[in-house]
């Protein structure tokens, strides 16, 4: 069945590719990123497929640029089944030690990385109530696990996706007598401009799996942080 997702920073990376699968699915996507106009991947793809992309300014740390993506978006649809809360920095450099590491810079991650995703996923609440199986994915990371933690390093990241995963269980509990799904992912260690030359999985392996995942999401698995598959990971 065909569903229609919402994806934060879709405009390159794991989101474009998640964005590039879904289309090939027969699925719906907004595609939502900072500047569209700049955005020649997803131009190109909405002229191959015509009605199934919309291209939706979104600045995750705006409200008011959320406020008129939500405008935008419901002009277009009355549900949505995903929003998947892709967008996220990693502030450099990621190594910094503890007295190096700036402050402006987890102040600036914790802007993007924790509190884009509650604006957004709170703004969008009244979309995915009109869908039969809502669900909200929030992109976390291997480097938030507490329990995985083994080394210095990854301050602002590290710290600001840990915060992502606390309010993914939260919102969990809170959207939980609503019927919507709450989940934490973790993409793997993937080629792009954040993950680096070095990194194991291409984008489409993950974003193939990513969708998956996305697609078969039940309340079984709400509050919990999931790899790309599918599978629980230890916080
Ligand atoms: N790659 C990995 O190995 C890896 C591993 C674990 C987790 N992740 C997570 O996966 C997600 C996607 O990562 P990626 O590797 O695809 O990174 P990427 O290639 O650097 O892409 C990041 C995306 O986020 C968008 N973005 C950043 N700040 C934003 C803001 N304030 N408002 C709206 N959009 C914003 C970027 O938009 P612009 O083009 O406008 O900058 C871009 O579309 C991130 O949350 C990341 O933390 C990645």
């Given at each position: 069945?065909?569903?229609?997702f919402?994806?934060?920073?879709?405009?390159?990376?794991i989101?474009?590719?998640?964005?590039?699968?879904?289309?090939?699915?027969g699925?719906?996507?907004?595609?939502?990123?900072?500047?569209?106009?700049k955005?020649?991947?997803?131009?190109?793809?909405?002229?191959?497929?015509?009605?199934?992309?919309?291209?939706?300014?979104?600045?995750v740390?705006?409200?008011?640029?959320?406020?008129?993506?939500?405008?935008?978006?419901?002009?277009?649809?009355?549900?949505?089944?995903?929003?998947?809360?892709?967008?996220?920095?990693?502030?450099?450099?990621?190594?910094?030690?503890?007295?190096?590491?700036?402050?402006?810079?987890?102040?600036?991650?914790?802007?993007?990385?924790?509190?884009?995703?509650?604006?957004?996923?709170?703004?969008?609440?009244?979309?995915?109530?009109?869908?039969?199986?809502?669900?909200?994915?929030?992109?976390?990371?291997?480097?938030?696990?507490?329990?995985?933690?083994?080394?210095?390093?990854?301050?602002?990241?590290?710290?600001?996706?840990?915060?992502?995963?606390?309010?993914?269980?939260?919102?969990?509990?809170?959207?939980?007598?609503?019927?919507?799904?709450?989940?934490?992912?973790?993409?793997?260690?993937?080629?792009?401009?954040?993950?680096?030359?070095?990194?194991?999985?291409?984008?489409?392996?993950?974003?193939?799996?990513?969708?998956?995942?996305?697609?078969?999401?039940?309340?079984?698995?709400?509050?919990?942080?999931?790899?790309?598959?599918?599978?629980?990971?230890?916080?």
């Open positions: 069945m065909s569903e229609v919402l994806i934060t920073g879709a405009n390159r990376g989101g474009l590719a998640v964005t590039k699968v879904l289309l090939s699915q699925d719906k996507v907004f595609a939502a990123c900072r500047e569209p106009e955005a020649d991947e997803l131009k190109a793809l909405q002229k191959s497929h015509s009605g199934a992309l919309e291209l939706v300014p979104l600045e740390v705006s409200d008011a640029s959320i406020a008129e993506a939500v405008k935008a978006v419901s002009a277009k649809t009355r549900r949505l089944d995903v929003v998947f809360n892709n967008a996220g920095i990693q502030a450099q450099p990621y190594n910094a030690h503890l007295e190096q590491v700036e402050l402006s810079k987890m102040r600036d991650s914790f802007e993007v990385n924790t509190l884009g995703p509650l604006r957004v996923s709170r703004a969008f609440l009244p979309l995915l109530r009109n869908a039969a199986n809502p669900r909200i994915a929030n992109m976390t990371s291997g480097l938030a696990s507490l329990s995985g933690k083994n080394e210095g390093a990854f301050y602002p990241y590290g710290v600001s996706k840990a915060g992502l995963n606390m309010l993914t269980r939260t919102m969990a509990f809170d959207l939980q007598a609503e019927k919507i799904v709450v989940v934490c992912l973790d993409p793997g260690w993937v080629k792009t401009d954040m993950g680096g030359p070095n990194a194991p999985l291409k984008p489409e392996e993950s974003a193939t799996a990513i969708a998956k995942t996305l697609k078969g999401l039940t309340m079984k698995q709400t509050s919990l942080f999931l790899y790309n598959d599918g599978n629980p990971l230890n916080w």
